[in-house]
């Protein structure tokens, strides 16, 4: 990756890309031993940077535009490792900054599809509560006093039951407003309808179960509409749930 299959969409100053599940977006001490996006990304469009990237910075300095460009190789926004589906890198500075700008002021429509455990009711509705990391667990977020603020719209597609373990999910649409980090998992985990196969917000024991089935995170980036920054078109941009995911619905009934 990229290869033709996982490229969607690209011009002279954009790429998006069809991520898999399993691969983490950037960099990091903790990446050292494995290959992320960003390293096959860079392979891709052939660039490479001199060292170091970031100039010192005197404190409570910011990084320019450029400078985080080049950090994170164009890559505008994140997905978890385990979530699937549409990202988007710039090609250059002015584009990465503009996008980045889109999505702070709530410009970019995103929606993921996940499948949650239970039946999520009512079949529509909103999300707003806040996001913040754990004290007790610093990979963790939950909704805590304090947080950041944190607004998921929600539609549910269908409902599944399992007759292994006689348990019903529910298909759901989702529309982030925010972009906290674990946010959707959050807030389905706040409802009490957690996405199945979720190691760290489905409960140990229900988690050890759902990956006897499924060996990953039920959760997709399925669509992705925003103004093209330079050419000023509306690009949608949809991406199909992956081969795995769609043969663990396979094996449920639907109902109703």
Known sequence: MPKSDSVIFEDNTLLVINKPSGITVNRSDTTRHESTVQDIVEKHLKISYPKPLVRERKEGEYPTTEETFKERSGIVH??????????????????????????QEREVQKTYLALAHGKLLPLEGEVSVPVGRLQFNRMRFGVVAGGRPSVTGYKVLQTYYNPKTKEFYSLVELYPHTGRTHQIRVHLKHLNHPI?????????????????ELSRLFLHASQIVFTHPATGKQIHIESPLPEELEDFLHTLEKVG
Request: net charge positive; charged share 35%.
């Open 196 to 212: 199945v196969s979720d190691e760290l917000y489905a409960g140990r024991k229900t988690a050890r179960q759902d990956r006897k």
């Open 78 to 103: 994140r997905l978890d490792k385990e979530t699937s589906g549409i990202l988007l890198i710039a090609k250059n500075p002015d584009i990465f900054g503009k996008l980045q700008k889109a999505f």
